[in-house]
């Protein structure tokens, strides 16, 4: 027995013998706790438990146990696996304690990823020499000397495009965009999707742009999403001279206030350019939203300036004639209970009004003024739920009406927006007061609409909340 305790390889064996399921068995609780709590270390933790400890416990075994030499090829080849898996491990652990989970505001975060690649080429490059220096015997100085004689020599013959790329490279570390932002190139604007070591790709809309970062580390060039939530959409429109300015800009502004690619707790703002211009300012959640900002805008302030008495692009409007309020009134007349003579006598106090597609007719928590009757198109019905989501009511067509709590002075619970172009027949609340006055019949009839749709918003609700 004391022989065998003088044997150096029985204490290299009662080493690995009980250290090997030990480790094996802490790294085990390791990786299923990092696991559970879903952290970047879980990788590196399973190539240390699943490939670096039983290498390292055969290559003991190997050399300390067995005393097989280190030059035998057995030996070498289980160390260059054991030194391959422990580069592996290097590149795990660097990509998962430096990148990943970065926050976004730091200095990790903001390196491109050609010098993390760089970075990954240099460790492979090392930890390969070191293999084949140290397991191998090889002479890798010599190897190393050849490559950086011949990088001289190609940097001298390519110096103009080395030159390029270090430019670029440039860029990409002061990162003075990222992927998504929207930029101003003198070449195209557009959103950002893909940056390499050579170029920029941006898509205009119209394809993509691939800009070298050479040129991009040579000009200007405007980067629309820096800083955050800053980007406003300009939009000049022409009014005549005789509409008010300050009609002008209230319209402009309620209008622009109405878009739905406004961004959330921002208020447009329009001034007056002096003779007949008008500017308004719309801030937007980003600039691919622009064009269909503008041509929704521009679309709806076309009908919202007819319906105020303005003259867009000093057009005149012949909407609204007496023959058409006539023949419009005559499709309202049983709702309201009108006969011939009521009609002839009340189509003075009424009027025509068009609203564009997705439009806004009306808006819930609002006192309507006056009650709106859908002559043509459709509108549908909508409430909004707690968490601000939009549950449908119902569709309007031809006959129905809004603002049925205009002779109440209560709030509306439903807003309403067009699904095409919509024309409405507008009474105002004297009217309706008169109306109401010779025929008491007409304000059980309101109720009976208001108890109705309050039932509907009600059913609308109950069936989102199952």
């Not at 005559?330 to 309201?336: F, H, Y």
């Not at 009340?346 to 006192?367: I, K, N, S, T």
Request: net charge negative; aromatic share 8%.
């Amino acid at each position: 027995m004391t022989d065998l305790f003088d044997q150096s390889w029985f204490w290299w064996a009662v080493g690995v013998a009980i250290g090997f399921p030990i480790c094996l068995v802490a790294l085990t609780e390791i990786h299923n706790t990092l696991l559970r709590r879903g952290s970047n270390l879980v990788r590196p933790v399973h190539l240390v438990r699943t490939y670096i400890l039983p290498l390292a416990a055969l290559l003991v075994l190997l050399v300390g146990g067995m005393d097989i030499s280190d030059e035998a090829t057995p030996v070498r080849l289980v160390a260059t696996l054991f030194g391959f898996v422990v580069l592996v491990l290097l590149l795990s652990g660097m990509n998962a304690t430096l990148f990943q989970g970065a926050p976004e505001s730091s200095w990790r975060s903001r390196i491109p990823s050609i010098f993390v690649d760089v970075a990954r080429f240099v460790l492979i490059a090392v930890g390969l020499g070191m293999i084949l220096a140290y397991v191998w015997g090889a002479d890798v100085g010599g190897l190393f000397t050849a490559l950086g004689v011949s990088s001289i020599v190609l940097g001298l013959a390519l110096q103009n495009a080395v030159g390029q790329i270090v430019s670029g490279l440039l860029v990409l570390f002061e990162q003075p965009f990222q992927l998504g932002d929207w930029i101003d190139t003198p070449s195209g604007r557009g959103r950002v999707v893909e940056v390499n070591w050579r170029a920029t790709h941006i898509d205009t809309g119209k394809g993509i742009l691939v800009m070298p970062n050479s040129v991009l580390a040579g000009a200007s060039f405007t980067n629309f999403s820096r800083p955050a939530e800053s980007h406003s959409l300009g939009v000049t429109t022409v009014f005549a001279v005789n509409d008010p300015p300050d009609d002008v800009i209230r319209m402009l502004d309620r209008v622009a206030a109405s878009l739905p690619q406004l961004r959330p707790d921002a208020a447009p703002r329009s001034v007056h350019l002096g003779g007949q211009e008008y500017s308004t300012s719309i801030p937007l959640r980003s600039p691919g939203e622009d064009s269909a900002a503008k041509a929704m805008f521009l679309r709806w302030v076309w009908y919202a300036s007819r319906r105020a008495g303005l003259h867009l692009d000093e057009a005149e409007d012949d909407f609204g004639t007496p023959e058409q309020v006539a023949r419009s009134l005559r499709i309202v007349a049983p709702t309201l209970r009108l006969s011939q003579e009521e009609q002839e006598a009340l189509l003075p106090q009424v009027r025509l009004a068009r609203y564009g597609a997705d439009e806004y007719l009306q808006h819930a928590g609002e006192v309507p003024k006056r009650m709106s009757f859908i002559v043509t198109g459709r509108a549908r019905l909508v409430v909004t739920t707690d968490v601000g989501a939009l549950v449908p009511v119902r569709t309007l067509e031809r006959g129905d009406f809004i603002g049925q709590t205009t002779l109440t002075r209560e709030p509306v619970t439903t807003s309403a927006y067009a699904l095409d172009e919509v024309t409405v027949l507008e009474v105002g609340r004297p009217a309706l007061e008169e109306l109401v006055a010779r025929k008491p019949v007409l304000l059980q009839d309101f109720g009976n609409a208001i108890e109705e749709r309050r039932i509907t918003v009600a059913r609308a609700l109950a069936d989102v909340e199952d």
